[in-house]
């Protein structure tokens, strides 16, 4: 069984976008940046490592690029079983899911990321992982420093994130080293994370997460809260709210979808750090990171290595010559008079999802619709396949 795993922040580089611009999912950065209202191609292609370390343009770009990966990789017909996001990855994965509409959630993104940042620095903090030390050890030595210091993220075995007050930080590092660590590196944040200091980031937000209208869905979220499966919308309300406020269970997420049969992690978005976490945290985990154009070849070829969720719509299996149209927004889908086999152009409109064209982003021949008609479609939904020529 395979799931998807979506980074948060801290895996944003500068340039991370380059690769992508003649991709067809590089249509998501400009609907993303009409929605929030800035310029997100630019952050994604000229924006330096300083500029991407801002809370605001970090959370944004990393969900976005996030999602592109996640479009190209439908495109090619790949499913996961279950998603799980670490911190921000959380909102990528309920997008991925459907649970949350591609727009609705970069509202939901912008306005987290502000008012984490806001947070920051109304109530200054840090962050730092400590490395090579047992997590009740990690919390023994937040313990002994008396002072703001908790854990804030359960990564992997050897590999907790602690925050709070600086002076907190630095005294529960030493604890740390005196109780066996082999390092402890201070983190490149604006604020405390996952812990209290949050808390009038958590208030600000809860609104906006009650009136996001996340959704039930098919596939199952992981929560980092719990490190349970919820595939229910109204559960989520809680579970963000209390997301920014508590920590980041990932360990436990990662060993949680291994007990419900997972044993394949694909990574999609920047950076390749969940990679590595579910390398330690699952003993014989498959894993692959997938974040340019020519990472997806790859990826077809991994899950040739056995046996995991690709569509196959008519019998036949996707392969890189073809392609899925999806839905470009929620609603009822009714199809084009399109018969199998018609030559389709670029820009062609295969049906519409309530008021939305559903245009195809390339040329090739009309295979089958997936979508039937009057079927209740959610965002980046499959609706048609198609074959290059």
């Not at 630019?42 to 990966?69: I, P």
Request: charged share 20%; with cysteine; proline share 5%.
């Amino acid at each position: 069984m395979l799931a998807f795993t979506f980074p948060g922040q801290g895996s944003q580089r500068p340039g991370m976008g380059r690769p992508w611009v003649d991709h067809e999912s590089w249509e998501l950065v400009d609907e993303a940046s009409e929605v929030a209202g800035r310029d997100v191609a630019a952050l994604l292609l000229d924006a330096d490592a300083d500029e991407l370390k801002d809370t605001r343009n970090a959370q944004l770009t990393t969900f976005v690029s996030s999602l592109m990966v996640l479009d190209a990789v439908e495109r090619i017909g790949i499913d996961a079983g279950f998603c799980a996001g670490h911190s921000l990855g959380e909102y990528t994965a309920l997008a991925a899911t459907g649970a949350l509409g591609f727009q609705e959630g970069v509202v939901l993104v912008a306005e987290r990321a502000a008012a984490m940042h806001d947070a920051g620095i109304a109530q200054p903090g840090t962050m730092a992982a400590v490395l090579g030390l047992d997590d009740d050890q990690v919390e023994v030595a937040c313990n002994l420093a008396d002072a703001e210091v908790w854990v804030a993220n359960f990564n992997a075995p050897g590999q907790v994130v602690i925050a709070g007050s600086h002076d907190g930080v630095e005294a529960a590092g030493k604890h740390a080293k005196e109780l066996g660590a082999k390092k402890v590196m201070p983190l490149q944040v604006s604020g405390a994370f996952h812990t209290s200091f949050m808390s009038a980031a958590r208030d600000r937000l809860r609104d906006a997460i009650a009136t996001a209208d996340i959704r039930d869905a098919e596939i199952p979220v992981i929560s980092n809260v719990d490190a349970k499966p919820h595939n229910l919308g109204a559960e989520w309300t809680a579970l963000l709210s209390a997301q920014l406020a508590s920590p980041v269970r990932w360990k436990q997420c990662l060993q949680h979808l291994a007990a419900l049969g997972v044993t394949r992690f694909a990574e999609l978005g920047p950076g390749g750090v969940l990679t590595g976490m579910a390398k330690r945290s699952v003993e014989g985990a498959r894993t692959i990171s997938v974040a340019t154009p020519e990472d997806l070849d790859k990826l077809l070829e991994w899950v040739g290595g056995g046996a995991v969720s690709v569509k196959q719509p008519e019998g036949e299996h996707l392969f890189a010559h073809e392609r899925l149209v999806v839905s470009p927004a929620a609603g009822i889908f009714t199809p084009a008079a399109i018969a199998p086999g018609t030559t389709i152009d670029v820009g062609t409109v295969l049906g519409h999802v309530g008021d939305h064209e559903v245009r195809s982003p390339f040329h090739g021949s009309m295979q089958s619709f997936i979508a039937v008609d009057t079927e209740r479609v959610t965002p980046r939904q499959p609706i048609a396949w198609l074959r290059t020529t």
